[in-house]
């Protein structure tokens, strides 16, 4: 990492900036962190989360979020990806309306990724964004995505941004860089700071969310309500808060998405101690399956009853030009899926490869037409708390395969992880940590259960430990070169006798050990507050 990269990007003014963040918000994050584990250990006690009660107001009256500005009002196809030169310039020449560019789960968080990424968000906010290679230069079109910025959760700490000795929260850290280079320059270009939020499990962290909006406006002496965000709905216990949420977040908000690989993850997560909620194999859980099709049909009630875009699913699968069949199938898969979200009344769609965005695309239109949006539509079908958490029995639904699937899977995309590269081209699919993090809960809770396999066999730890041995050595010629620490850190979290929250929590400590992994811990601590 050069020192020009540095300076460009952690500006004193920038670093006053993120001070005055922390400064104001984090004790309140600390705060919310240590509501999210209370609520944990009552559901290990049996507790299930439920609609609330004391906000019938809310729910009664007649309210709606704020108008969408005029680059998000059509958004029926948007891509996604990491906050990379190369992606980002594919991305936003691609023809997705948005591109939602990731320094979440899709961006491996060294110090050195995580810089470049705010410098290419700079670059691209000015068009001056740039990759080469090959004695080629790729830029971007006059006519580009609208920019979506996707900032870390609200668990994770950037911890090589210290302030008196104590790392700053990574939510603030992205959104705060990301705001303060580009806000003003946005709105010259007719524009705007947009947002997804991830991983909120709750509206009282919306409103955190809101509060942390407000005061970087008025700090910036922008108006309230120029930045707008839009939230993942990708854990149980905001599935039951959407209403709540978009309350919290209505001068800012601009739509709901279903994270369903997330809200997979949340749903194994939450309810890790219980038999009722095992969960069969991860291949067999779709978007048909009864908890899943509940949560997509209220969460586009919940967002057209208050005129906010209703944002779908991700299509992850990247097109083999080796095998035109195995292509073909998928794109028909795909186009299912989209259809199937469109009927219920979707307003757009997520790919993660160009090559979707026309079948995607084709089935929005089919229903959309000329409209932006279909915020008209409001599937009657009323739903229940207990459709929220109809999880199927998995009874004769867990193979050896099943498992086999987790233990392969977690391994390539952890040791891609710790090697920089947060989205993964693994089996024809683009894989980010959420994949990771399902595959290695499902592990977990088949283990800690003793899951009986539709072959017959109990998941026990030798079972485990002779299928992982065994996949290990399938994995060996391949030469992976973190496989030791992925195998490590994988049983840390299989074989722990408690359920660990976050995979990358523990994925980062050792991601930040090695300068080897792109981590480069040269800054020098100063008195008050200063990058790591």
Not at 27 to 30: A, C, I, K, T, V
Not at 49 to 61: A, G, R, W
Not at 274 to 295: E, G, V
């Given at each position: 990492?050069?020192d020009?990269?540095?300076?460009?990007?952690?500006?004193?003014?920038?670093?006053?900036?993120?001070?005055?963040l922390?400064?104001?918000?984090d004790?309140?994050?600390?705060n919310?962190?240590?509501?999210?584990?209370?609520?944990?250990?009552?559901f290990?006690?049996g507790?299930?989360?439920?609609?609330?009660?004391?906000?019938?107001?809310?729910?009664?009256?007649?309210?709606?979020?704020?108008?969408?500005?005029?680059?998000?009002?059509?958004?029926r196809?948007?891509?996604?990806?990491?906050?990379?030169?190369?992606?980002?310039?594919?991305?936003?020449?691609?023809?997705?309306?948005?591109f939602?560019?990731?320094?979440?789960?899709?961006?491996?968080?060294?110090?050195?990724?995580?810089l470049?990424?705010?410098k290419?968000?700079?670059?691209?906010?000015?068009?001056?964004?740039?990759?080469?290679?090959?004695?080629?230069?790729?830029?971007?079109?006059?006519?580009t995505?609208?920019?979506?910025?996707?900032?870390?959760?609200?668990?994770?700490?950037?911890?090589?941004?210290?302030?008196?000795?104590?790392?700053i929260?990574?939510?603030?850290?992205?959104?705060?860089?990301?705001?303060?280079?580009?806000?003003?320059?946005?709105?010259?270009?007719?524009?705007?700071?947009?947002?997804?939020?991830?991983?909120?499990?709750?509206?009282?962290?919306?409103?955190w969310?809101?509060?942390v909006?407000?005061?970087?406006?008025?700090?910036?002496?922008?108006?309230?309500?120029?930045?707008?965000?839009?939230?993942?709905?990708e854990?149980?216990?905001?599935?039951?808060?959407?209403?709540?949420?978009?309350?919290?977040l209505?001068?800012?908000?601009?739509?709901?998405?279903?994270?369903?690989w997330?809200?997979?993850?949340?749903?194994?997560?939450?309810?890790?101690?219980?038999?009722?909620?095992?969960?069969?194999?991860?291949?067999?859980?779709?978007?048909?399956?009864?908890?899943?099709?509940?949560?997509?049909?209220?969460?586009?009630?919940?967002?057209?009853?208050?005129?906010?875009?209703a944002?779908?699913?991700?299509?992850?699968?990247?097109?083999?030009?080796?095998?035109?069949q195995l292509?073909?199938?998928?794109?028909?898969k795909?186009?299912?899926?989209?259809?199937?979200?469109?009927?219920?009344g979707?307003?757009?769609?997520?790919?993660?490869?160009?090559?979707?965005?026309?079948?995607?695309?084709?089935?929005?239109?089919?229903?959309l037409?000329?409209?932006?949006?279909?915020?008209?539509?409001?599937?009657?079908?009323?739903?229940?708390?207990?459709?929220?958490l109809?999880?199927?029995?998995?009874?004769n639904?867990?193979?050896?395969?099943?498992?086999r699937?987790?233990?392969?899977?977690?391994l390539?995309?952890?040791?891609?992880?710790?090697?920089?590269?947060?989205?993964?081209?693994?089996?024809?699919?683009?894989?980010?940590?959420?994949?990771?993090?399902?595959?290695?809960?499902?592990l977990?809770?088949?283990?800690?259960?003793?899951?009986?396999?539709?072959n017959?066999?109990?998941?026990?730890?030798?079972?485990?430990?002779?299928?992982?041995?065994?996949?290990?050595?399938?994995?060996?010629?391949?030469?992976?070169?973190?496989?030791?620490?992925?195998?490590?850190?994988?049983?840390?979290?299989?074989?722990?006798?408690?359920?660990?929250?976050?995979?990358?929590?523990?994925?980062?400590?050792?991601?930040?050990?090695?300068?080897?992994?792109?981590?480069?811990?040269d800054?020098?601590?100063?008195?008050?507050?200063?990058?790591?």
């Open positions: 990492m050069s020009q990269l540095k300076a460009e990007i952690i500006t004193p003014d920038a670093a006053a900036f993120l001070i005055s922390h400064e104001k918000f004790n309140l994050r600390s919310l962190l240590i509501q999210r584990k209370i609520h944990a250990e009552r290990a006690q507790h299930q989360p439920d609609f609330l009660n004391h906000t019938s107001e809310i729910k009664n009256t007649d309210w709606k979020v704020a108008d969408a500005p005029h680059d998000l009002r059509d958004r196809v948007e891509i996604t990806g990491p906050a990379e030169p190369k992606m980002m310039i594919n991305a936003m020449n691609s023809g997705a309306k948005v939602m560019a990731d320094i979440e789960d899709s961006l491996s968080p060294s110090w050195n990724n995580v470049l990424a705010q290419a968000l700079k670059d691209a906010v000015r068009r001056t964004l740039e990759f080469k290679t090959d004695g080629k230069t790729y830029s971007l079109n006059e006519k995505a609208t920019l979506v910025v996707r900032p870390r959760g609200l668990h994770l700490s950037e911890k090589n941004f210290l302030i008196r000795g104590q790392p929260s990574a939510s603030l850290f992205d959104f705060g860089l990301y705001f303060f280079h580009n806000a003003h320059e946005l709105i010259n270009r007719n524009s705007g700071p947009y947002f997804y939020l991830a991983k909120l499990e709750n509206h009282e962290e919306a409103a969310w809101n509060d909006f407000n005061f970087a406006q008025d700090a910036l002496k922008i108006p309230r309500g120029t930045i707008r965000a839009t939230v993942l709905i854990t149980i216990t905001a599935a039951f808060e959407m209403e709540e949420i978009l309350y919290a209505k001068d800012h908000a601009s739509g709901l998405n279903a994270g369903r997330d809200y997979i993850f949340s749903m194994i997560k939450k309810f890790h101690a219980h038999d009722k909620f095992i969960t069969p194999d991860r291949s067999l859980i779709t978007m048909n399956t009864p908890f899943m099709d509940a949560y997509c049909h209220l969460l586009v009630q919940t967002c057209h009853r208050r005129q906010a875009h944002i779908g699913g991700m299509a992850a699968f990247i097109p083999n030009r080796r095998d035109p292509t073909e199938n998928a794109f028909r795909v186009a299912e899926d989209k259809k199937r979200e469109a009927r219920i979707f307003d757009g769609t997520w790919v993660a490869h160009p090559d979707l965005i026309p079948v995607a695309e084709e089935e929005l239109t089919r229903v037409k000329n409209d932006p949006h279909q915020m008209h539509a409001i599937p009657p079908l009323m739903i229940e708390r207990d459709q929220l109809n999880i199927p029995p998995a009874k639904q867990i193979t050896e395969e099943g498992v699937s987790n233990i392969r899977i977690s390539l995309y952890i040791d891609r992880w710790l090697m920089g590269t947060g989205a993964a081209a693994l089996f024809n699919m683009m894989e980010d940590l959420a994949t990771a993090e399902i595959s290695r809960s499902q977990w809770q088949w283990l800690h259960h003793q899951v009986e396999l539709s017959g066999c109990r998941l026990t730890k030798e079972t485990y430990k002779e299928l992982l041995d065994d996949e290990v050595m399938k994995l060996i010629p391949l030469n992976l070169p973190c496989l030791d620490e992925a195998i490590e850190l994988l049983d840390s979290l299989v074989l722990a006798p408690e359920f660990h929250e976050f995979m990358s929590i523990s994925a980062y400590e050792i991601l930040n050990q090695t300068n080897v992994k792109g981590v480069i811990n800054f020098k601590q100063g008195p008050s507050a200063s990058p790591a």
